[in-house]
């Protein structure tokens, strides 16, 4: 069975400095990794998503993950955060792409 | 382009009454999902449709929950009676098919007094 962990329920960082949120999967066969943000009283979008191919995945609002399949890890990166980027950030994985599986998501303060 | 739309937003009862929330997918997909979203979790599948089949409802609560998506379109998600658990953001989500990217309401904010 496929499973998603976050480690981090929550994560400040001040503006315009650099974040990472992490994220672990589990599963016995191949994967779909992907990363959701959730503004306050808002469905899910998605930012970003890993099929196959080139393991850096490159998202919307200047988010970038890893998909390190060693580690069996697809952290969640941005350079510079912005006051807008406060939200909650779930990781979530499908074994075929149609079921996917969250974890319990990270929420990220931007502190002025 | 309209989104996936949901309504009720908000939804207060009490316990052991009926209630519905209905979802209306973005026009053309035909796979449609309802999540249940306890708080400070992520989003738990509850029921999933290939147009108006039930294709994967294997988390649904039969004794209490159902949900009918009759025209391959619209969808119904039923609690009777509600409990005090049942609080939750109900959440609907529709794609193209079932591999393609999934697009989520704003969710049914469910409390049960």
């Known amino acids: 069975a496929q499973s998603v962990t976050q480690l981090d329920s929550q994560v400040p960082v001040f503006e315009e400095a650099p974040v990472e949120l992490r994220c672990n999967y589990s599963s016995s066969v191949s994967v779909y990794l992907f990363w959701y943000v959730q503004y306050p009283n808002q469905g899910l979008q998605l930012l970003l998503k890993y099929l196959s191919g080139s393991t850096l995945v490159k998202g919307i609002n200047g988010f970038e993950a890893e998909f390190n399949k060693s580690q069996t890890s697809f952290h969640l990166r941005k350079p510079s955060v912005h006051i807008s980027d406060t939200a909650e950030y779930f990781c979530a994985v499908s074994e075929g792409n149609e079921k996917l599986t969250f974890g319990t998501g990270t929420r990220l303060t931007i502190i002025p | 382009e309209a989104g996936v739309v949901q309504s009720p937003r908000y939804k207060i009862i009490e316990k052991k009454q009926p209630v519905a929330f209905w979802c209306n997918p973005i026009s053309g997909h035909n796979t449609l999902y309802w999540y249940l979203q306890n708080l400070g979790q992520g989003p738990e599948l509850l029921i999933r449709y290939e147009n108006e089949e039930a294709v994967d409802d294997s988390q649904l609560p039969k004794d209490r929950f159902s949900a009918e998506r009759l025209k391959g379109v619209d969808s119904t998600l039923k609690i009777q009676p509600a409990e005090l658990g049942d609080s939750a953001v109900y959440l609907c989500?529709?794609?193209f098919g079932a591999g393609d990217e999934q697009f989520f309401g704003p969710g049914t904010r469910l409390t049960v007094l």
């Open positions: 989500a529709s794609s």
